[in-house]
């Protein structure tokens, strides 16, 4: 997720100066690079914030710039980017069960 340029949604990548979220779904052959370079690369970057989707273990590792640890998250998700903006609210064992148990 990118915030807007200049009051609306980037029309290509070039518009786009910096992200507020990126999103992993991990996966045996890339959770190391997920867990450590990406994390660390965005984290240099300043991105708000970075998630990595464990779907076997139905939990979501949320990391932030400044994390030396992730928040591990498996009940409920609470996002806020953008202050005039209502809060993103996820339930994740319903999503988990809605995302896998099909």
Do not use: S
Request: hydrophobic fraction near 40%.
């Amino acid at each position: 997720m990118t915030p807007l340029v200049e009051g609306r949604r980037p029309r290509d990548w070039a518009d786009i100066r910096t992200l507020l979220l990126a999103i992993e779904v991990l996966a045996p052959g890339t959770a190391r690079a997920d867990r450590r370079l990406k994390r660390r690369a965005y984290q240099r970057h300043g991105i708000l914030e970075y998630w990595i989707v464990d779907l076997d273990a139905r939990l979501i590792e949320r990391w932030r710039p400044d994390d030396e640890r992730p928040e591990v998250l498996g009940e409920r998700l609470a996002w806020h980017p953008v202050p005039h903006l209502p809060q993103l609210e996820l339930d994740l064992p319903e999503l988990f069960t809605e995302v896998l148990d099909r």
